[in-house]
């Protein structure tokens, strides 16, 4: 490989890609468009399967300059999207697809945790998930029966918000009350659960707790901050998306999807994303439909 190119993502894990040199050709080999789609995803996948925009950005752009000819070649969002639409044409009959989706924390706060590429910041990843049907299904091509109980058994955990203290140096109320330029909220709620609630599980030992916790989190389904508190990754809210919005967490109302980050209408739980939360005070109003302040009426979702 002739350049690594290091990634950091919002929860602090880094992966690079893997030293078989799959990811950038041999210089004196030029390339087509679909040894382009191919080394991409194979960026993606040593990734652990969810990667910034940016930085597949950034390697698309190294790959290009390997085509017969590179002069020609555009790298830009719209080159991307349209490789990954074609990716997925041949993923589907596998049950598999590249989701194009946005960090409820906002492009600012994922920014500031990625590698700087010099490219305009933004919250949008893209996540390696399964489209089989159902959620055991999805669980069941990486976990064991035995491993997949105590997971449903997390999730159902964390998907019951949680009041919790306003801390002001916290990324995401440092941001919302950025957009909001006022002073904090009084409220704020969390689905991360305490990491010591897990192992209260009765079927498991604490080692094997521990074990399957860590390879979660190793995989991007769970997250854990530096307090010790273990959220829902992105991979995990895109492929269990139907079933987290089924158990009760509200959807973006700019987006629709999963909004497990950002602020909420204290009046009728109407949630935004941050950057959407932005987008609506910015060009919609500054009120709620329900006819509240989204400025002065609202907590945070941490």
Known sequence: MTEDIEFTDPNGNTAQPSESGTVIPETDKSITDHDIARY??????????ICHENMLLVVLDKLQKYTQDPTSQVCSTDKL????????????????????????MGKNNVSSMLKDTGLPSNNRFYVYVN?????????????STREIE?????????????DCEVIIDCPIITEVDRIRNDVSWNKCITYSVESSEFFQYKDWSPIEIESLLFKLCGLKWFAKDENGRISM???????????????????????????????RCTSCS???HVDCYQHRITHIGKYCPCGESILQNGMYIV
């Open 150 to 162: 105590f997971i449903k058994w997390c999730v159902e955990k964390m998907c019951v918000s949680r």
């Open 81 to 104: 999207v349209e490789i990954i639409k074609g990716i997925n044409v041949k993923l589907n009959p596998l049950g598999y697809k590249i989701s194009r989706v946005g960090h409820g």
């Open 40 to 49: 991409l995803l194979q960026y993606l996948l040593d990734c652990r399967g």
């Open 131 to 143: 489209t089989v049907t159902s959620e055991e299904s999805k669980l069941a091509t990486r976990f």
């Open 270 to 272: 109407r949630s935004w």
């Open 233 to 263: 990754d992105l991979r995990c809210s895109v492929e269990l998306e139907e079933y987290l919005i089924a158990n009760g967490i509200s959807t973006c109302e700019n987006c629709h999807r999963l909004a497990l980050q950002g602020t």
